[in-house]
């Protein structure tokens, strides 16, 4: 499965990524940078289309370019999309797994970290065990997942809700 990009068709990227405790909830705070904003409705999405998906789309743009909550939230409408179960949410789940490590990364909760990169991985590796071939895609992304495991930032970085990819591009 190839994964395209297409920047072009993308909305900005958000003014912040939502730490939280430190920056103002996107959603809930109408400081926020996503005040009243709804995801579009997300079609329900198959293993061979999900590529094509806007939603999971963006939620990829978002977290390469370290916006994890941001990731999280955009793919969890993927994983509501697809039913919460099976293939395609079980692979989604594994992302927003990988997005909340993140998350955590950025809150310097190196445990809530390894926590989430041990689900990703899990769900991941049951994804592979679906596949009659798994793709080399899912194979790099199970490689990231235990790199980022077995040398994890222990701390945020130093400008809270500064977008930077700490966990690499995916």
Same mark, same amino acid.
Request: glycine share 10%; proline share 10%; with cysteine.
């Given at each position: 499965?190839?994964? &395209?990009?297409?920047?072009?068709?993308? @909305? /900005? #990227? @958000?003014?912040?990524?939502?730490?939280?405790?430190? !920056? @103002?909830? &996107?959603?809930?705070? $109408?400081?926020?940078?996503?005040?009243?904003?709804?995801?579009?409705?997300?079609?329900? @999405?198959?293993?061979?289309? #999900? $590529?094509?998906?806007?939603?999971?789309?963006?939620?990829?743009?978002?977290?390469?370019?370290?916006?994890?909550? =941001?990731?999280?939230? /955009?793919?969890?409408?993927?994983?509501?999309? /697809?039913?919460?179960?099976? #293939?395609?949410?079980?692979?989604?789940?594994?992302?927003?797994?990988?997005?909340?490590?993140?998350?955590?990364?950025? =809150?310097?909760?190196?445990?809530?970290?390894?926590?989430?990169?041990?689900?990703?991985?899990?769900?991941?590796?049951? !994804?592979?065990?679906?596949?009659?071939?798994? !793709?080399?895609?899912?194979?790099?992304? #199970?490689?990231?997942?235990?790199?980022?495991? /077995?040398?994890?930032?222990?701390? $945020?970085?130093?400008?809270?809700?500064?977008?930077?990819?700490?966990?690499?591009?995916?």
């Amino acid at each position: 499965m190839s994964i &395209p990009l297409h920047p072009e068709s993308e @909305p /900005a #990227l @958000p003014a912040y990524t939502h730490i939280p405790g430190i !920056t @103002p909830h &996107p959603l809930g705070d $109408p400081r926020g940078h996503s005040f009243g904003h709804v995801h579009p409705a997300c079609p329900t @999405p198959d293993w061979q289309g #999900l $590529p094509d998906n806007r939603l999971f789309q963006h939620g990829r743009r978002l977290f390469n370019a370290g916006y994890y909550w =941001e990731a999280h939230e /955009a793919w969890e409408g993927v994983w509501i999309a /697809a039913g919460r179960s099976g #293939l395609v949410a079980d692979f989604v789940k594994g992302l927003i797994k990988l997005a909340a490590a993140g998350v955590k990364v950025r =809150e310097g909760s190196a445990v809530g970290a390894q926590r989430h990169l041990a689900r990703a991985e899990e769900l991941f590796l049951l !994804t592979v065990s679906r596949l009659s071939e798994p !793709t080399s895609e899912l194979e790099r992304l #199970l490689i990231v997942v235990r790199s980022l495991a /077995a040398g994890l930032p222990a701390t $945020p970085e130093p400008n809270a809700g500064k977008p930077v990819a700490v966990l690499g591009r995916i």
